[in-house]
């Protein structure tokens, strides 16, 4: 079985179409194993309340979502476990702790980030982590 680290851009597609909402649901298909660092649960919060606020979506359909999404097969690392990881990544990369985390579980788990972070993805496509990371219109091709 394939192990995917995913982050809290991919995990919300899973809910709320968007754009590669479809992409990002492969995803779910039975075949791939998921994983993320437990900093995924405050970030997929933040995203769900935020659509609420800008009327997005209801406060009854973020109860759902998030019910829905805490049954999911998703295994999460403590982020303390990563921390030490990530700081030095965020140094070296120029990239934020939060994205970091993501990418300490890829490397430690030796597996692949799958994000539709463009931002994040652009910077790190010519860097030394460009081999664990995935473009979520990529998930086809995996």
Request: charged content about 25%.
């Given at each position: 079985?394939n192990?995917?680290?995913?982050?809290?851009?991919?995990?919300v597609?899973?809910f709320?179409?968007?754009?590669?909402?479809?992409?990002?649901a492969?995803?779910?298909?039975?075949?791939?194993?998921?994983?993320a660092?437990?900093?995924?649960l405050?970030?997929?919060?933040?995203?769900?309340?935020?659509?609420?606020?800008?009327?997005?979506?209801?406060?009854e359909t973020?109860?759902?979502?998030?019910?829905e999404?805490?049954?999911?097969?998703?295994?999460?690392?403590?982020?303390?476990?990563?921390?030490?990881?990530?700081?030095?990544?965020?140094?070296?990369l120029?990239?934020?702790?939060?994205d970091?985390f993501?990418?300490?579980?890829?490397f430690?788990?030796?597996?692949?980030?799958?994000?539709?972070?463009?931002?994040?993805?652009?910077?790190?496509?010519?860097?030394?982590?460009?081999?664990?990371?995935?473009?979520?219109?990529?998930?086809?091709?995996?």
């Amino acid at each position: 079985m394939n192990r995917y680290v995913v982050d809290a851009t991919v995990a919300v597609k899973w809910f709320i179409p968007e754009i590669n909402s479809e992409k990002a649901a492969r995803l779910l298909d039975g075949t791939y194993e998921l994983l993320a660092p437990d900093l995924l649960l405050p970030e997929f919060g933040h995203i769900l309340w935020k659509k609420v606020q800008l009327g997005e979506i209801t406060q009854e359909t973020s109860r759902r979502i998030i019910h829905e999404f805490k049954a999911m097969m998703l295994q999460t690392y403590p982020s303390t476990l990563l921390l030490e990881t990530a700081v030095e990544m965020a140094n070296t990369l120029a990239q934020t702790v939060n994205d970091c985390f993501y990418m300490a579980l890829a490397f430690t788990e030796e597996c692949q980030l799958v994000t539709a972070d463009r931002k994040l993805y652009n910077s790190l496509k010519i860097s030394f982590f460009a081999d664990k990371l995935v473009w979520v219109e990529d998930i086809s091709n995996l």
